[in-house]
T-cell receptor, first 110, second 115 residues
Framework: KNEVEQSPQNLTAQEGEFITINCSYS?????LHWLQQHPGGGIVSLFM???GKKKHGRLIATINIQEKHSSLHITASHPRDSAVYIC????????????FGTGTRLTIIP | DVKVTQSSRYLVKRTGEKVFLECVQD?????MFWYRQDPGLGLRLIYF???????EKGDIPEGYSVSREKKERFSLILESASTNQTSMYLC??????????????FGAGSRLTVL
């Protein structure tokens, strides 16, 4: 069964800073998910990736399959990026059930 | 534009009551999930359904049961609510196929308080 570790648990930064959140997992996977949860809000899927890099606006997600590691980057961070970011991977390769990291709480100060 | 709808946003129940949490999706997804989310513990899977009437236990199924009589509806049942079931409950759905590479769509969540 996959184990997921995220770092840091909490991150506070000034508006405009470049943000990096890391995720490591223990078992080979078909795809890794990055999710976002705003305070009091539901969870939305940001990215699902199985190799390389994906970009959506100011958000970039990368994955290194060999090292079992992924990063989520936010460029030119803004207070509206303040949220909990969660990494999730399948329990094992091809499994529909996911295991989740405990999340990174990001706070961007104006 | 709502795709996964959870019937109740907030519920307050008494210990021992039977509680139904309903989830409906309109995307024709095969997979549906019930999670609970607690501070410091992240999301934990209660039950998973990959087809009508088909279900699998997740990490924490004790004290819960589920029903999926129609493809679009997945219900979570607490037969006798207890205070340790106070939590945020999240429903999600995804396409099937067994690839492990399907995007999840979540409902808004149901915050249950058991007194």
């Amino acid at each position: 069964k996959n184990e997921v570790e995220q770092s840091p648990q909490n991150l506070t930064a000034q508006e405009g800073e470049f943000i990096t959140i890391n995720c490591s997992y223990s078992v080979g996977i078909s795809a890794l998910h990055w999710l976002q949860q705003h305070p009091g809000g539901g969870i939305v899927s940001l990215f699902m990736l199985s190799s390389g890099k994906k970009k959506h606006g100011r958000l970039i997600a990368t994955i290194n399959i060999q090292e079992k590691h992924s990063s989520l980057h936010i460029t030119a961070s803004h207070p509206r990026d303040s949220a909990v970011y969660i990494c999730a991977v399948p329990l094992n390769f091809g499994n529909e059930k996911l295991t989740f990291g405990t999340g990174t709480r990001l706070t961007i100060i104006p | 534009d709502v795709k996964v709808t959870q019937s109740s946003r907030y519920l307050v129940k008494r210990t021992g009551e039977k509680v139904f949490l309903e989830c409906v999706q309109d995307m024709d997804h095969e997979n549906m999930f019930w999670y609970r989310q607690d501070p410091g513990l992240g999301l934990r899977l209660i039950y998973f359904s990959y087809d009508v009437k088909m279900k699998e236990k997740g990490d924490i199924p004790e004290g819960y049961s589920v029903s999926r009589e129609k493809k679009e509806r997945f219900s979570l049942i607490l037969e006798s609510a207890s205070t340790n079931q106070t939590s945020m409950y999240l429903c999600a759905s995804s396409l099937g196929g067994g690839s492990g590479a399907n995007v999840l769509t979540f409902g808004a969540g149901s915050r249950l308080t058991v007194l």
